[in-house]
């Protein structure tokens, strides 16, 4: 059965503190990894990796692959109170998506 | 970027009643469209696979004859739920592949709140 660990579960930071997010995932016939944002709607794409060792970067977020040691992170740097929320790492498959729990992260002003 | 939006995004129902939930790829074509639902802290339980032109693949222990799926074009899907019961109040959440762009990424819809009384 597919499998996907993120933890922390959840984390309360300041804003301006760096957060770092995990993600290890089992899943059969894995094609790519995908990171997602949920706030109170539906979630919101944030990244997709396919390759292993490659830095993604979008603003003050960040993430990267290992493909080998089947793990992924995902990094905010500086951050602000709109980055309070779910964040989903979402292995896929050829033709499903698998989620985990999440990592609920909380900033405080 | 693609967009995904669906309708209505908020219902209120009487126990009994049908209703219709759309999906629209509004920038980009989907062969693919894929039907959720979330409970409250938990995370997104994939319904059913939606394909243009076929018929819908639904996962185990999901009743088709309830949740009923039509994906008549190549940018609408449509779930309706058939003679609702309290016990289906959820959010609905779909999603759609951009087949053309790549294989893999699905982009959300905002949801659908349904509540049924």
């Known amino acids: 059965e597919d499998k996907v660990v993120q933890s922390p579960l959840s984390l309360v930071v300041h804003e301006g503190d760096t957060v770092t997010l995990n993600c290890s995932y089992e899943?059969?016939?894995?094609?790519?990894l995908l990171w997602y944002k949920q706030e109170k709607k539906a979630p919101t794409f944030l990244f997709m990796l396919t390759s292993s060792g490659i830095e993604k970067k979008s603003g003050r977020l960040s993430s990267i692959l290992d493909k080998k040691e089947l793990f992924s992170i995902l990094n905010i740097t500086a951050t602000q109170t709109g980055d309070s929320a779910i964040y989903l790492c979402?292995?896929?498959?050829?033709?499903?998506?698998?989620f985990g729990a999440g990592t609920t992260v909380t900033v405080r002003a | 970027g693609a967009v995904v939006s669906q309708h209505p995004s908020r219902v209120i129902c009487k126990s009994g009643t049908s209703v219709k939930i759309e999906c629209r790829s509004l920038?980009?074509?989907?062969?693919?469209m894929f039907w959720y639902r979330q409970f409250p802290k938990k995370s997104l339980m994939l319904m059913a696979t939606s394909n243009e032109g076929s018929k819908a693949t639904y996962e185990q222990g999901v009743e088709k004859d309830k949740f009923l799926i039509n994906h008549a074009s190549l940018t609408l899907s449509t779930l309706t739920v058939t003679s609702a019961h309290p016990e289906d109040s959820s959010f609905y959440i779909c999603?759609?592949?951009?087949?053309?762009?790549?294989?893999?990424?699905?982009?959300f819809g905002p949801g659908t709140r349904l509540t049924v009384l």
């Open positions: 979402v292995p896929s498959n050829d033709y499903k998506l698998s």
């Open positions: 899943v059969t016939n894995f094609r790519s």
């Open positions: 920038d980009f074509q989907a062969t693919t």
């Open positions: 999603s759609a592949r951009d087949h053309l762009a790549d294989m893999y990424t699905q982009y």
